[in-house]
C-alpha cells in the first residue's frame, strides 16, 4: 500500500473550470487552467493519499498517481464529487461556474437576420463546496477557494462561515496579479485559527504546503 502521512486516506480534488452550454456548440467559461487544482491533487497522492480529482474541461495533462473523472457542466460535476462520498478530505479547486443557461437548447441558435440577438436566461448551479461542507457525509476536512477582485480577507471569512470549510485559501485574481490561467500564486489561508500569509511561490509549491497542512490538520484528527 502507499507510504506518507495521507496513506489510508481518501481525497476527492475538484479542479478546472465548467462549460455551462448555451446550444449543442455553444458554452459559457471561465479562464481556470485546472494548473492548482492538479498539483494540488498530485501532491496529495505524494503524500500517499487516494485522490480521485474530477476535472472541467483543461488543456493540461491528468496528473499521475490520481484517478480522474472528466466533467464539462457544474451539475456533473456535483454528481462526480457527491459519487465518492464518503471520503476524508475534499478540496474545491474548480472555478464553478455560478450560472448556467436555463434551458439550453438542443440544436443550434440560428441568426435571426433582422431580428436582433437572443436573449439569454441565466440559472443559478449548485454550489458544490457547500454542499459538501453540509453533507450528512462531510469529509473530516473540507478546504474551498476564494478567488476575489476585492476585499479577499472579509469575503474568505464569510466562505468559510457559509460554505461550512475548515480552509479557505483565499487569492486575488485581478488580471494585474497573473493568477488565472499563470503558474505562480500568492495565497492565504483563512481558519477559525486566522489568516495566514504565504509569500508568492509556484503553484506547484503551493500544492506542497498545502497538502503538508492537511496532513498536519487530518493527523489529530
Ligand atoms: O462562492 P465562490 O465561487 O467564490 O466560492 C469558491 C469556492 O467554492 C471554491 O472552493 C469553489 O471550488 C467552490 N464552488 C463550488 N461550486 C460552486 C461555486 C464555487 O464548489 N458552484
Known amino acids: 500500500g502507499a507510504k506518507g502521512p495521507l496513506a489510508g486516506r481518501t481525497a476527492i480534488v475538484t479542479s478546472g473550470p465548467t462549460h455551462e452550454p448555451i446550444d449543442p456548440v455553444r458554452y459559457i467559461a471561465n479562464r481556470s487552467s485546472g494548473r492548482q ?5 498530485a501532491a496529495l497522492a505524494r503524500l500517499g493519499a487516494d485522490v480521485t480529482l474530477v476535472s472541467g474541461p483543461v488543456s493540461i495533462a491528468d496528473p499521475s498517481g490520481v484517478r480522474t473523472i472528466h466533467v464539462e457542466r457544474a451539475e456533473e460535476m456535483r454528481v462526480a464529487v457527491e459519487s465518492q462520498l464518503p471520503a476524508d478530505l475534499a478540496v474545491m479547486v474548480a472555478a464553478v461556474a ?3 443557461v436555463a434551458g439550453a437548447a ?3 441558435i440560428k441568426k435571426r437576420h433582422g431580428g436582433g440577438p437572443p436573449t439569454l436566461e441565466l440559472a443559478e448551479n449548485p454550489d458544490i463546496l457547500k454542499t459538501v461542507g453540509h453533507h450528512p457525509q462531510r469529509p473530516k476536512l473540507v478546504v474551498g477557494f476564494a478567488a476575489e477582485t476585492q476585499d479577499l480577507d472579509q469575503n474568505a471569512l464569510q466562505k468559510l462561515q457559509r460554505k461550512g470549510a475548515d480552509l479557505i485559501v483565499a487569492n486575488d485574481v485581478s488580471p494585474e496579479t497573473g493568477v488565472m490561467g499563470g503558474r505562480r500564486n500568492r495565497v492565504k489561508i483563512v481558519s477559525a ?19 503538508a497542512l492537511i496532513a498536519e490538520r487530518l493527523g489529530d484528527a
Do not use: T
Open 193 to 211: 485559527n486566522g489568516i495566514q500569509d504565504w509569500p508568492d511561490m509556484s503553484k506547484d509549491e503551493v500544492a506542497e504546503r498545502l497538502a
Open 98 to 100: 455560478d450560472w448556467r
Open 106 to 108: 438542443d440544436q443550434k
Open 37 to 41: 487544482g492538479h498539483a494540488i491533487a
